[in-house]
């Protein structure tokens, strides 16, 4: 599993990213170039919503918290409550709701993101392939990670500073044929009967964890009993609480 270091945006100027390579003296020589930082930014609040797509948030009122659009609308309504946090989001979230920050993993919807129109008045993530790819259109993720949307959003919320980062839609798959993603079906998803693997993703949201061990990783599911992967269990920074207590805790 790639190693993460623990890095903040207030101190990140930008990095080296690979942008070719040639294959010469029976080794690969690399040419670079610098993509300093795209923007900064100062938390409002210590507190960040992170939001995936597993199948859990169907039943969380997300109108309360984020834009949204009507069914057969292409306006978007404003959320229902006061803005408490930083939202991030990931992939096909675009098309239901608007966050701060959207990150696209996979090539196919990340293809579909840049020909939305949504880059042009959203931050989005991608990584540094596509950023060559469509010019303009993508931020950089920092250390460019080879994870999954939903660590990778968890790790921008971390890097942005934010303490207390929940996290909603973190279902994981645990059963067989079955895929828990509210877009399961949809183009560049996989169908719903399809059988997908957690294991990655699971690695992933613990190196996140480990990586940031003075930031607190709150998973929000319908019940506080929700199934939790084995491994998160061991991160002394990460906790489970359902709906009630989240909209008790973080006041929505």
Known sequence: MQK?????????????VVIDRVYKDAKWNPTTEFISKSFSSTPFSNRAL???????RLDFK?????????ENSNSWKPALSTKRFSTY??????????????????DGIIDEIADSGVCTNQIVYANNIKLLE?????????????????????????????????????????????????????????????????????????????SYPDTEFIRVAPV??????????YCLNFRTIDFYQFTQEADV
């Open 224 to 233: 506080k009993s929700f199934r939790t992967p084995e491994m998160w269990k």
């Open 50 to 56: 992170v939001i995936g797509n597993g199948t859990s």
């Open 62 to 70: 997300l109108r309360l918290i984020l834009e949204y659009k009507e």
């Open 134 to 210: 469509y010019p303009g259109k993508f931020n950089l993720i920092p250390q460019n990670p080879q994870f999954n949307s939903g660590a990778i959003a968890a790790y921008l919320a971390a890097f942005d500073g934010h303490k207390k980062i929940y996290l909603l839609g973190f279902d994981g798959n645990d059963t067989p044929n079955y895929n828990y993603n509210v877009y399961a079906g949809t183009a560049n998803y996989p169908d719903l009967n399809v059988t997908i693997l957690e294991d990655f993703w699971v690695q992933s949201m613990a190196t996140v964890m480990i």
């Open 4 to 16: 993460l270091n623990q890095i903040y945006r207030k101190d990140y100027q930008g990095e080296d």
């Open 89 to 106: 989001g990931c992939n096909a979230i675009y098309r239901d709701f608007r966050t701060d920050f959207l990150v696209a993993t996979g």
